[in-house]
């Protein structure tokens, strides 16, 4: 008779989880770890070490580096647009008013979407011939003529809009959920000492939500690092390459290319920078948290 | 089982030459019988069944003056091209457990079960099917070949066809039997493009047409003073822009819907059409890459290509393109809006580009659009699809049979496939004898109306005129090709120069061809 311990119990619960894990994610990982340190070419049947040279070449290749200068801006873009909308959305969804379980569902339709229907609806929004929005404008007197806005110098402020529409529902129930946590008579004392709304919003909403905004913050940026539907559907990377964030750029180096050795130290390098910011993250809360310790 | 393949198909081999011998019979009696013939003698028809192990050769021939020879058969001049007996394939006696396996892109998934169901019925056979979309399907599929799965159709555009012989991932169609017969009926102009470094035929016709598919609006042409008017070059078109654009007709957002799309089927096959119809190099070995895959275009005056970037560029600073096309990876966005009708001229994906433009339920001016025809300038380059035969097949004779099944002939012997899609989505086939089949003009009128006769002969001449790079048989086009898109849309974008664009892609094609061909 097998005597099943909590131990065992866990081995074989996660056992699965472990192989189905190992297969999809840290295997190819490895071997795209391994793909990175080559020179690969099936023309000419090349399976070359080369080393860190095509980590390099990345250095020089003036595609990557404008790529990533797009990227960080994409990033810093949805990341503070989704927490902009996910914190005040969450702040109204708290009050009580009639409907407030409509609205919730409502809300988190946008999640629900795919990111490829996001990006589609994106484009028949902005679309500078027959665009939702410039028809609106147009209809209103504010506009003269259809804008271009998927052509204009903002466009991955609009990528990142249209991002940030799409994944703000997730934050905005995490922050939600930190909120219905407030005991209602921290905001009423705060109320009577005659505290102003942004006051209490530092004082005594924020602390309890911090974790939530923070976490939300983190999804945000690893997500929109790592888009390329939103682009692909969108604009193509385009006016000229002015969208074209490095998930894209390494998308069509590796597939279209077939470069799988400079695609793959490309990506590890994305991988390298996202750590890095995500480090960056932990570093700052924990930091927040031996000082509030002190 | 490797015996019995060899067997039969050396059984075909002796069959054809049995014909081929028996032709050549024919024509020298025929040659001989002409000499001596009376004029006045009635026609008659004489035919002669060879059999040969695995295949049967039906030879017929029309005799038009009486004559008397010695030799294994009567015939006379003209010499008509013989007939096999089709199929020459039997269905399976047992519906094999092992199925086919038929790889594809996936347009128009309807089309391709129905004739899967076909197939199967016809044959006894068992097949599936695997769909993958997007734009990274070469990869995919090349993803495939490298792990070893074994399939037995795969579609193709040419350039890829012509890497994945290379690389050895497909047989080339020189393989199938009867391939000669399948030749004899093609386009000379879809037969060369299709055709490899070696000649060798790279796979049989899916579909066949020519991109980017220039159309005009005739309500804003009508609107503008310009009823009629059709531009015989690039040139007169970029002129008729400009015009257009100072009579400002009511209703017009702007003259011209480019194909300037951000994807190797956009920007970069915009250019070698372009380059090819002015520079009147349709397999663009003397403008762009020569017949040693060696870059010979450069950023310098009189060069085609420097020529037509510069005069895109111009197009461009003198507001006279739609933009937004310029901000989009595929042909979705271009095509829509010149849909809407407000637009003088359009330049849509392949010459079904104008199919769709033509239907009611897509398009505001249906019935109100023209295909430009080709007059002094080829316009188009081939946009084709290739079902291709992968070497790692489940079985040669099986994976053939489907091969020849769909982009030839059926068990009865008809263009099954490429009737469907000739009628159904006016997609073109290598088959000059299925586009002119009155069962498919009748469908094609049905939408055209009374610019049928006009559009067939038309699109026919875009077939027979189209480009057909040569450079695509180089793997050099592979990468290049993803490359160029960028520096294209960056020119477009007024991000950089037309010189500077055409420099630097000069010089990603210099340093490819060092590391292809060098």
Redesign the interface.
């Known amino acids: 008779m097998v005597r099943w311990t909590d131990t065992k119990v866990a081995i074989v619960l996660l056992t699965p989880l472990f192989i189905l894990n190992f297969g999809l994610s840290i295997y190819p990982m490895a071997y795209s770890l391994y793909l990175s340190f080559h020179d690969i070419?099936?023309?000419?049947n090349k399976f070359e070490p080369v080393g860190g040279l095509q980590y390099l070449k990345l250095f020089s290749d003036k595609?990557y580096v404008e790529a990533t200068m797009v990227t960080i801006r994409f990033v810093i873009d949805s990341t503070i647009m989704v927490l902009v909308l996910s914190i005040s959305i969450a702040l109204l969804l708290n009050r009580a008013f009639t409907g407030q379980s409509i609205m919730r569902v409502i809300v988190i339709m946008p999640w629900a979407l795919s990111e490829f229907a996001t990006a589609t609806a994106g484009?028949y929004l902005f679309?500078?011939?027959?665009g939702f929005v410039n028809a609106i404008l147009y209809r209103l007197g504010l506009i003269e003529r259809?804008i271009?806005f998927?052509?204009s110098p903002y466009?991955v402020e609009l990528l990142a809009f249209m991002y940030a529409w799409h994944l703000a529902p997730l934050g905005i129930f995490f922050i939600l959920a930190g909120l219905q946590t407030i005991p209602e008579d921290l905001n009423k004392q705060a109320k009577i000492d005659g505290a102003s709304f942004f006051t209490r919003f530092r004082v005594v909403t924020l602390p309890f939500i911090r974790y939530a905004v923070i976490m939300t913050g983190i999804i945000a940026t690893i997500e929109s690092a790592r888009t390329a539907d939103m682009i692909?559907?969108m604009?193509?990377?385009?006016?000229?390459?002015?969208?074209?964030t490095i998930t894209f750029y390494i998308?069509?180096?590796?597939?279209?290319?077939?470069?799988l050795g400079y695609g793959a130290a490309g990506s590890w390098l994305l991988m390298v920078g996202l750590i890095i910011a995500i480090t960056s993250y932990f570093i700052v809360i924990s930091k927040r948290r031996r000082v509030m310790q002190y | 089982m490797v015996e019995n393949k060899i067997s039969r198909r050396k059984a075909i081999s002796t069959a054809g030459k049995v014909a081929i011998g028996v032709v050549v019979a024919g024509v020298v009696a025929g040659a001989g019988g002409y000499l001596v013939g009376s004029a006045a003698a009635p026609v008659r028809t004489v035919e002669r069944t060879v059999t040969a192990p695995g295949a049967t050769v039906t030879v017929e021939k029309t005799v038009e003056r009486t004559v008397t020879v010695t030799g294994p058969v009567t015939v006379t001049t003209p010499p008509t091209t013989p007939t096999i007996a089709w199929p020459p394939w039997k269905p399976e006696p047992v519906k094999p457990a092992v199925p086919l396996k038929w790889v594809h892109w996936g347009y128009r998934p309807d089309i391709i079960t129905e004739n899967i169901e076909i197939f199967m019925r016809q044959n006894n056979e068992n097949l599936e099917q695997e769909q993958i979309t997007g734009?990274?399907y070469?990869?995919?599929v090349?993803t495939k070949f490298?792990a070893g799965e074994k399939f037995d159709m795969v579609y193709g555009n040419a350039f890829m066809a012509f890497?994945w012989i290379?690389?050895g991932f497909t047989n080339s169609a020189e393989e199938l039997p009867h391939i000669e017969w399948v030749k004899a009926e093609m386009f000379e102009s879809v037969k060369r493009a299709y055709s490899d470094k070696q000649g060798r035929l790279a796979g049989l016709t899916y579909f066949v047409s020519a991109t980017p598919a220039l159309i005009a609006n005739d309500e804003l042409l009508e609107k503008a003073g310009m009823a009629g008017e059709l531009p015989r070059s690039h040139a007169e078109l970029y002129d008729m822009l400009r015009k257009i654009k100072q009579r400002a007709p009511e209703g017009m957002?702007k003259p011209f819907v480019p194909h300037w799309?951000?994807?190797?089927w956009g920007t970069v096959w915009s250019l070698l059409a372009e380059v090819a119809g002015r520079a009147k190099d349709p397999d663009l070995t003397k403008s762009m890459f020569g017949k040693d895959f060696a870059p010979t275009f450069d950023a310098a005056p009189g060069d085609t290509v420097y020529e037509t970037v510069s005069d895109w560029r111009k197009l461009v600073d003198e507001d006279l393109v739609?933009?937004?096309v310029?901000?989009?990876?595929?042909d979705t966005?271009g095509t829509?809006?010149f849909w809407?009708g407000?637009y003088a001229f359009g330049r849509l994906n392949g010459l079904y580009g104008y199919w769709n433009t033509m239907d009611p339920a897509k398009s505001r001016i249906a019935g109100k659009a023209t295909l430009v025809p080709v007059v002094e300038e080829a316009l188009g380059v081939i946009d084709t699809g290739l079902y291709c035969w992968p070497k790692n097949n489940h079985d040669f004779d099986r994976s053939a049979r489907l091969i020849l099944w769909f982009g030839y002939k059926d068990n009865e012997g008809k263009h099954t496939s490429a009737y469907k899609w000739a009628k159904e989505e006016f997609l073109h086939t290598a088959y000059p004898a299925v586009l002119r089949d009155p069962d498919v003009q009748r469908a094609w009128e049905a939408r055209l109306g009374p610019k049928t006769k006009e559009t067939a002969e038309r699109s026919e001449k875009w077939l027979e005129t189209m480009a057909a790079p040569w450079i695509w048989r180089s793997?050099l086009y592979?990468?290049w090709?993803?490359?160029a898109p960028?520096l294209m849309?960056?020119?477009?974008?007024q991000?950089i120069s037309p010189r500077e664009a055409v420099s630097e892609m000069r010089k990603i094609a210099d340093e490819l061809w060092k590391?292809?061909h060098g």
């Open positions: 070419n099936l023309f000419l595609s484009r679309n500078g011939s027959y259809y271009d998927l052509g466009v692909i559907v604009t193509g990377g385009g006016p000229g390459t002015s969208s074209q998308y069509k180096v590796f597939f279209r290319g077939l470069d | 734009p990274d070469q990869g995919m090349e490298l890497r290379e690389l957002i799309f951000n994807a190797f739609e933009r937004a310029i901000s989009a990876s595929s966005v829509e809006a809407t407000s793997p592979g990468e090709m993803v490359k960028d849309a960056k020119c477009l974008a991000e590391k292809y």
